[in-house]
C-alpha cells in the first residue's frame, strides 16, 4: 500500500443557508455524517443530477460529508483561468491541503488518517459544477470565469469523503494518506 | 458507464449468534446499516484485522453491510477444492447472484440498483478468510480444505456492499449493475 502525508491548511464550514460558500474555522470535531451544521452534513442527503440512477429527492447515503481541496490544484485552477489565486471557500470546500499535488486523483477508497484517530474515507473526485465559478467570477474583473471553470476544475477540484472515525481535526495536522490500490479491475 | 444484469438466486441472513453462517429467506427490506438482524447489521461495525490503521476495537464506519457472492463464482471455488459444491451459507454470504460471473471484480464505487429502486453501492472484494473453509469441511470428507479455501476464495469470494437506498429485495429479482470506471488513477 503506497502512503504519503499532507498537511491540512485551512478547515472550513458552509453554515450559512443562504450560500453554499464556506468559512475557515481552525478545528472542529468530525462525526458520522461529517462536521454539524455545514450543508453537506448527514448520514443521508437527496438524490440529485449526480446520482441520475435514482428519482432526484430519493433519500441516498450520503457518500459527500466532507470535500477536500489541495493548496497546489488550486493554483493549477488559477493559472488555467488566468487569475491570481482561488480560495477554498469559493470552492465551498471542507478542507484545504498541502503538500499532496494530485489529490483529485487520490482513488475511491483510499483513506486519510488524522492525528487524532479520526479517519476519512476517499469516495471519489467531487465533480465540477458552475457554482464555484460564479463566485471566482465575483472576485476578478475577467469575462467568462463561470463559464470556463467547469473545464478549469476538471481533475483538479479534489475529492468528496465520508466520515470512517469520528475525531478531532486541526489546522496544522498532519495527515497519513493510504492509497487504496486497485486491485480489483474487471477483466 | 458499462451496464450488466444479474438475478439473485438467493438472500440470506445469518441472525444464529452462535455462527456466522446464514440461511435462507425469501425476501427482506434492505435499510440503511443492511439487513437488521443480521450479524453485519450497523451503520458502525469495529475494527478488526482488515482495517490495521485503526486501533481493534475502534467504532468505524460499517462498509461491510451486505456481502454478495455469485453462483459461478461458488462453482469455481469448488472445482479449485475438488468438492461438488459451496452453498452461500457457509461463506456467511446475505445474497447470491447468478449471471454475472467476474462479481468479485466488480470495482468499488459500482452500483447494484434493484427492482424495487433499492440500491447498493459496492465497496470492494470480501477478502477470504479461514471461517467458510471450516464450514467446507464439515460437509465433505476430503483433508485440508480450510487450509486450501484461502487459496480457493482469493478473487472469487465476492464483494461486500453499503446500503445507499433502501427498499424491498427479493429472489428472483433483476438486478442493474452499473460499473464504477477507474477515472483517476493515480499518475
Redesign the interface.
Known amino acids: 500500500m503506497?502512503k504519503y502525508n499532507a498537511n491540512i491548511e485551512a478547515i472550513l464550514i458552509a453554515d450559512n443557508p443562504d450560500t453554499f460558500v464556506s468559512r475557515r474555522i481552525p478545528r472542529t470535531h468530525i462525526t458520522?455524517g461529517g462536521i454539524e451544521g455545514d450543508r453537506h452534513f448527514g448520514?443521508?442527503s437527496l438524490a440529485d443530477s449526480r446520482q441520475p440512477?435514482?428519482?432526484r429527492g430519493?433519500?441516498?447515503?450520503n457518500?459527500r460529508q466532507l470535500t477536500i481541496t489541495s493548496v497546489e490544484e488550486c493554483m493549477e485552477m488559477a493559472d488555467c483561468l488566468g487569475v491570481d489565486y482561488i480560495d477554498p471557500e469559493w470552492l465551498g470546500a471542507n478542507v484545504m491541503v498541502s503538500g499532496f499535488p494530485?489529490l483529485?486523483?487520490?482513488?475511491?477508497?483510499s483513506?486519510m488518517?488524522l492525528p487524532s484517530?479520526a479517519?476519512l474515507?476517499c469516495?471519489?473526485?467531487n465533480k465540477p459544477c458552475t457554482l464555484p465559478g460564479e463566485q471566482i467570477q465575483v472576485h476578478f474583473d475577467q469575462p467568462n470565469l463561470t463559464a470556463k471553470f467547469v473545464k478549469a476544475g476538471f481533475?483538479r477540484r479534489g475529492i468528496v469523503c465520508?466520515?470512517?472515525?469520528?475525531g478531532l481535526m486541526a489546522v496544522g495536522d498532519e495527515i497519513?494518506i493510504?492509497?487504496?490500490e486497485?486491485?480489483?479491475?474487471?477483466?
Open positions: 503506497k458520522l448520514i443521508t440512477m435514482y428519482p430519493t433519500t441516498i447515503f457518500r494530485n483529485t486523483n487520490l482513488p475511491i477508497g483513506r488518517i484517530g479517519g474515507l469516495m471519489g473526485e481533475k465520508l466520515v470512517e472515525v469520528p497519513n493510504l492509497e487504496n486497485y486491485d480489483n479491475p474487471m477483466q
